[in-house]
């Protein structure tokens, strides 16, 4: 198949991908989005042959417009717009997880200080603020009393840009010093891990630690469920056990059930690559294999209809 990368960096991730692709034989394009353009109508990028695109983009705003972009051309790409427009904002993300029946933290969105103050205070705390945008744990906020919610709001009403007029606000979920995350393939699972930390924020990114994970079955139907309500594709779903005994040893497991805190759309893999023993690009690239001649079926179908 001819596959083409969006990106902007090549990272360790996209360099396990490239490597699967060209050992398998694939033809590779590499789209720099840095240096190509997107018209109304086509691109500068070389679009034309491809069967399948995978988004790799770095930059949020570059993933959703780029991929939106080649869609409108007919060009097939992973993931869909429609899915990076769910999960690139976590009042999105969080909408389309409750209205799929998925369990995940309660959460409120306000609009101003006050409103957001108040949503707060019924919180309780202590609880958690988060941008609605951004990833890695950046600018989240675990608040621990009413003066600290203050100040918090008030930096933000002040400083934020745009997205940090939307206050975003949820209920702290006492997980047992780990959260897991599963990379999925429509709904699939890949490979699953934990990330540890003494930190509140555990997530690798932050200097979490990682072990591979056993998904039991609640797990996995979570997984799948998650990733229907964001529209499918190649995702990182991030879920929190909760009701684990405080005094057990999280390495046994024994969680009651899962809450889906996120579903992300440009996901890293080299953690989960290395945290198990599967080989994650190859699984990556199994899907894409299957993806494309999916798509390009579907593409012969409409073409003679
Ligand atoms: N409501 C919550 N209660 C307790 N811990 C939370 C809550 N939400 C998030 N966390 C912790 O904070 C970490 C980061 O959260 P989240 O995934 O929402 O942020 P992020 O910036 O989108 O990170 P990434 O996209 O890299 O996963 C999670 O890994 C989890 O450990």
């Known amino acids: 198949m001819h596959?083409?990368?969006?990106?902007?960096?090549?990272?360790?991730?996209?360099?396990?991908?490239?490597?699967?692709?060209?050992?398998?034989?694939?033809?590779?394009?590499?789209?720099?989005?840095?240096?190509?353009?997107?018209?109304?109508?086509?691109?500068?990028a070389a679009v034309d042959d491809l069967d399948i695109v995978?988004?790799?983009?770095?930059?949020?705003?570059?993933?959703?417009?780029?991929?939106?972009?080649?869609?409108?051309?007919?060009?097939?790409?992973?993931?869909?717009?429609?899915?990076?427009?769910?999960?690139?904002?976590?009042?999105?993300?969080?909408?389309?997880?409750?209205?799929?029946?998925?369990p995940t933290p309660a959460t409120e969105v306000a609009f101003t200080k006050e409103a957001a103050l108040e949503a707060i205070e019924e919180f309780g705390y202590p609880c958690v603020l988060k941008p609605v945008t951004g990833s890695w744990g950046r600018l989240m906020a675990k608040i621990d009393s009413r003066n600290a919610?203050?100040?918090?709001?008030?930096?933000?009403?002040?400083?934020?840009?745009?997205?940090?007029?939307?206050?975003?606000?949820?209920?702290?979920?006492?997980?047992?010093?780990?959260?897991?995350?599963?990379?999925?393939?429509?709904?699939?699972?890949?490979?699953?891990?934990?990330?540890?930390?003494?930190?509140?924020?555990t997530n690798a990114a932050k200097g979490g630690e990682t072990e591979s994970f056993d998904l039991d079955e609640r797990a996995t139907e979570l997984v799948e469920r998650a990733s229907d309500a964001v529209g499918g594709g190649m995702l990182g779903v991030d879920l929190m056990e909760v009701g684990v005994d405080a005094d057990a040893?999280?390495?046994?497991?024994?969680?009651?059930?899962?809450?889906?805190?996120?579903?992300n759309h440009t996901v890293e893999f080299k953690a989960l690559d290395s945290a198990t023993d599967v080989d994650v690009p190859a699984r990556i690239v199994d899907w894409l294999e299957a993806k494309a001649a999916e798509l390009t079926d579907e593409r012969a179908e409409e073409a003679s209809a």
């Not at 097939?76 to 904002?89: H, I, K, L, M």
């Not at 919610?149 to 975003?168: D, N």
């Not at 999925?184 to 699972?189: F, L, M, N």
Request: charged fraction near 30%; hydrophobic fraction near 35%; include cysteine.
């Open 3 to 44: 596959v083409g990368i969006l990106y902007s960096r090549i990272r360790r991730d996209e360099k396990l991908l490239l490597n699967e692709l060209r050992d398998r034989g694939h033809e590779v394009e590499k789209i720099d989005v840095r240096t190509e353009r997107f018209g109304l109508e086509s691109t500068t």
């Open 54 to 102: 995978v988004d790799r983009c770095l930059s949020t705003s570059r993933s959703l417009y780029a991929t939106r972009f080649l869609d409108s051309y007919g060009v097939p790409v992973v993931n869909s717009p429609e899915t990076g427009d769910v999960c690139a904002d976590k009042a999105k993300n969080s909408l389309a997880l409750a209205e799929a029946d998925v």
């Open 149 to 201: 919610a203050e100040a918090i709001l008030e930096h933000k009403e002040t400083l934020g840009h745009y997205e940090h007029k939307v206050f975003y606000v949820q209920e702290f979920v006492d997980k047992p010093g780990r959260d897991v995350r599963v990379l999925a393939v429509d709904g699939e699972p890949v490979a699953a891990m934990t990330r540890s930390s003494d930190h509140w924020l």
């Open 249 to 263: 040893d999280p390495a046994d497991g024994g969680a009651e059930d899962y809450t889906v805190h996120e579903v």
